[in-house]
């Protein structure tokens, strides 16, 4: 039997993190990282003004957690769909 690993909390608005797809051009290693899809997420609605004011572009950046290093990092996104195609679905969600 194998122990259910509780996926991450997101540190901006403590929404639970998904899996996420590393895809196959990517320069990631690992198979998968956790990133915060919810569209409430301070981190990612603030993103938007922060990249429009910053670099005058249309895009914004979700959280996501390496689950090999622990570290987190920004996921750039260019609408609030971006990457859902990636989100890996458990037999738990």
């Known amino acids: 039997m194998t122990d259910k690993k509780e996926k991450p909390i997101c540190p901006h608005c403590k929404a639970e993190m998904k899996k996420w797809k590393i895809p196959g051009d990517s320069t990631w290693t690992e198979e998968f990282h956790y990133v915060c899809f919810n569209n ?10 922060h990249m429009h004011e910053k670099y005058d572009q249309t895009a914004s950046y979700r959280m996501r957690i390496n689950p090999s290093t622990g ?8 609408s609030p769909d971006a990457h859902k195609d990636f989100i890996i679905i458990d037999e738990e969600d």
């Open 40 to 49: 409430d997420c301070p981190y990612y609605v603030k993103g938007w003004d």
């Open 71 to 78: 570290k987190g990092g920004p996921l750039p996104v260019w």
